[in-house]
């Protein structure tokens, strides 16, 4: 039996999760320790860990950091309550929000201006519809399931729009806006693509690279929505087996059990050392040749938060003037 890997790529950090974690390290760079943080500021383990070693503080809400202090926003994106808590208690704040969801957040505004009923296609209790919903809360209504898709009311069907969470599959998206185009055959389409293209791209390779696959190990964390996805992506594309590990020793020996071909991925929130640690225990095992399924090439990048560039600079033109003034 001849063993072997595919990887997919793209794979692992997009550019959003990528301008989160930076802007969390620069703060801490620029301003010393402790620098809190609203939620996990992407849904990854060891990127939560990495961060608290070096002084970050991840807190639940905004009222449990001191007064004055400074709050990061993590890349899911926070309601316009959130920011009004933090101006009450006088913290000094740093959005960190993924700009596409930030683009999904616009949308909600425009439409709620538009006095239109909002349909939002996402995960009950997931901390980007939290973010989305709250800008709009009067005519946002969240469609999760397919038994919420039967019951939503609105009231002109003339004047109804769908919008969803940045993270899910395009599939799963799909069939529930066919499911509420039934009811409401005037259902708007959003103006532009809501599933981020990470999120889109990740699915591809692995749909490229499944059906060749016995086994898919996903690396990602069980709260990672777009993770959980590439699971279930893998195992609708034709693999025989998927399981999403955050760390290579939580890879179950008995999986590679007349397993051939192993398909390796990761979602948008891992960083790539993760994945590397994956290859070289697969290699370990016999799994040592690796040929990587490409199916797009990412050039994306965002700029850091505007309140950080700010910081940035006045920090080099200063010398460290503002670690004093900060701290």
């Not at 002109?156 to 769908?162: E, F, G, I, L, T």
Request: glycine share 6%.
């Amino acid at each position: 039996m001849t063993k072997r890997v595919l990887l997919a790529k793209p794979r692992g950090y997009c550019a959003g999760v990528d301008r989160a974690v930076v802007t969390v390290e620069k703060a801490l760079e620029t301003y010393g320790a402790p620098v809190y943080v609203r939620k996990e500021i992407v849904h990854n383990k060891h990127v939560v860990e990495t961060l608290t070693e070096r002084g970050a503080i991840f807190v639940d809400e905004a009222d449990e950091v001191p007064e004055g202090a400074l709050v990061v926003f993590s890349a899911h994106g926070v309601s316009p309550a959130v920011h009004e808590q933090a101006a009450t208690r006088q913290l000094r704040t740093i959005d960190a929000t993924c700009p596409l969801v930030t683009k999904v957040h616009q949308e909600a505004k425009r439409f709620a201006r538009d006095d239109y009923d909002i349909l939002l296609i996402g995960h009950e209790g997931h901390e980007e519809v939290e973010g989305t919903a709250g800008e709009a809360p009067e005519h946002v209504q969240l469609v999760d399931t397919a038994e919420d898709a039967t019951k939503v009311a609105v009231r002109d069907p003339s004047k109804v729009v769908w919008l969803s969470q940045t993270t899910l599959s395009v599939d799963e998206t799909m069939v529930r806006v066919n499911q509420l185009k039934e009811r409401f055959p005037g259902l708007q389409d959003p103006p532009s693509d809501d599933i981020c293209y990470a999120t889109q791209n990740r699915q591809v390779a692995v749909k490229a690279m499944a059906p060749e696959c016995d086994l898919v190990l996903v690396v990602g964390s069980q709260n990672s929505s777009n993770s959980k996805r590439l699971v279930e992506v893998a195992l609708q594309a034709g693999a025989k087996a998927s399981y999403l590990v955050d760390y290579a020793r939580e890879v179950d020996e008995s999986w590679l059990d007349d397993v051939a071909t192993v398909g390796v991925t990761s979602g948008a929130s891992v960083p790539e050392i993760l994945v590397m640690d994956l290859l070289s225990w697969l290699a370990e095992r016999g799994y040592g040749e690796v040929q990587e399924v490409t199916t797009a090439n990412e050039k994306v990048a965002f700029a850091l938060p505007r309140e950080l560039r700010k910081a940035l600079k006045d920090d080099s033109l200063q010398g460290n003037g503002l670690h004093d003034s900060a701290r």
